[in-house]
T-cell receptor, first 110, second 115 residues
Framework: TQLLEQSPQFLSIQEGENLTVYCNSS?????LQWYRQEPGEGPVLLVT?????EVKKLKRLTFQFGDARKDSSLHITAAQPGDTGLYLC??????????FGTGTRLTVIP | EAGVAQSPRYKIIEKRQSVAFWCNPI?????LYWYQQILGQGPKLLIQ????????DSQLPKDRFSAERLKGVDSTLKIQPAKLEDSAVYLC?????????????FGSGTQLSVL
C-alpha cells in the first residue's frame, strides 16, 4: 500500500529558479522526514518534522509540515546544480514504522 | 565514523538462482532495516530488526525472501529462487533506536539484476 504520493514526479529547472515539491497522504503521521538520494547512493536525511504546522529551514531549503500532519512541502530557493537528486519524503504512521513516498527527481541545469 | 557497509555492490543472476546480500550497520545501532527500491520508485521496507528480533516483516515475500540478524549486528538478506521482478536496489539502513522519528543511515545498496 502506497501511503505517500509526491508531486511532481520529475522536475527540470534552470539554475537560480525556485521550486516546490509536495508530499501528500490521506493518513496522519506522527512525524515526517525528507531525504535526498544521489545516483548510486543511499538516501541521506535532510530534516525531520514532528509538529503540525512546523516550518524548518536548512540554508536554501524550507520544509513545512501540514497542520493536520497529513502532508508536507519542500521549497528550494535559487536552485543550484548541486541540488540535483531524488527527493523522498518518509512518514511514520505509527511508533516505529517508516514509509517512503514515490519520490521527486529534480534536475537543475547550469 | 564508519557508515553502513553493504556487499556486493552489484550482482547479476539468472531467474531461479539464489542470491545473498550482506549488511554491517553502524556500530551501536540497535535497529536494522532492509529496503527494496525498484527503479523510479521510493524504497519499500522489507524487514526491520530490533537487535536480533524481527519488528516488522509484513511486506517481505516469505515464500522466497529470508533475512537474519544473528547476534544483533550483521545481517544477510537472501532470495531463493529469484524472479525477474526482484531486479532492484536493496538498501540496508540502521538507526540507534526504533522510534519513527529516528535518523536512518543508509548504505550504498546492492544493485541486483535478474535476467
Amino acid at each position: 500500500t502506497q501511503l505517500l504520493e509526491q508531486s511532481p514526479q520529475f522536475l527540470s529547472i534552470q539554475e537560480g529558479e525556485n521550486l516546490t515539491v509536495y508530499c501528500n497522504s490521506s493518513s496522519v503521521f506522527s512525524s515526517l522526514q525528507w531525504y535526498r538520494q544521489e545516483p548510486g547512493e543511499g538516501p541521506v536525511l535532510l530534516v525531520t518534522v514532528v509538529t503540525g504546522g512546523e516550518v524548518k529551514k536548512l540554508k536554501r531549503l524550507t520544509f513545512q509540515f501540514g497542520d493536520a500532519r497529513k502532508d508536507s512541502s519542500l521549497h528550494i530557493t535559487a536552485a543550484q546544480p548541486g541540488d540535483t537528486g531524488l527527493y523522498l519524503c518518509a512518514g511514520a504512521p505509527g511508533a516505529n514504522n517508516l514509509f517512503f513516498g514515490t519520490g521527486t527527481r529534480l534536475t537543475v541545469i547550469p | 565514523e564508519a557508515g553502513v557497509a553493504q556487499s556486493p555492490r552489484y550482482k547479476i543472476i539468472e531467474k531461479r538462482q539464489s542470491v545473498a546480500f550482506w549488511c554491517n550497520p553502524i556500530s551501536g545501532h540497535a535497529t536494522l532495516y532492509w529496503y527494496q527500491q525498484i527503479l523510479g520508485q521510493g524504497p519499500k521496507l522489507l524487514i526491520q530488526f530490533q537487535n536480533n528480533g524481527v519488528v516488522d516483516d509484513s511486506q517481505l515475500p516469505k515464500d522466497r525472501f529470508s533475512a537474519e540478524r544473528l547476534k544483533g549486528v550483521d545481517s544477510t538478506l537472501k532470495i531463493q529462487p529469484a524472479k525477474l521482478e526482484d531486479s532492484a536496489v536493496y538498501l540496508c539502513a540502521s538507526s540507534l533506536g526504533d522510534a519513527s522519528n529516528e535518523k536512518l543511515f543508509f548504505g550504498s545498496g546492492t544493485q541486483l539484476s535478474v535476467l
